[in-house]
């Protein structure tokens, strides 16, 4: 089990989530909140909105790294596997692989560091 924190506040980390993910749902959970994401369990901080909204959005948006085959999150910094299959892996000292730094996984794709230096 992953056991991370993910803030969907506003923000998941540098990443503005879309107007669907958004819900009015009263049926929030107290952190530790335990969700599948790509199939594996996730254990996650406290989120603005429902689990079932967070599962959701982040099912849609991540994708598993290619070292730990857990779920890279929107706003993550990542580095290319140099594997066709799995392209992305965390770029953090427990994932690392001799890819380059490629930039922050944005929702359901790759925000490259050279557009991330354009602001």
Known sequence: MFRGTCQLVR???CVEPKPPYYCNHN???TPPIKLIILG??????ELP?????AQRYLNQT???CA???IPIFPGASVAASGLAEKQY???TMDCSMPGAYLGIWGEGELIHFSELQKN
Request: proline share 4%; charged share 25%.
């Open 89 to 91: 892996v965390h770029n």
């Open 27 to 29: 049926h929030r959970a």
């Open 62 to 64: 991540s994708v598993l």
């Open 40 to 45: 594996k369990e996730c254990e996650l901080g």
């Open 11 to 13: 923000r998941l980390f």
């Open 49 to 53: 909105c429902c689990p079932d909204c």
């Open 67 to 69: 070292v730990c085959d």
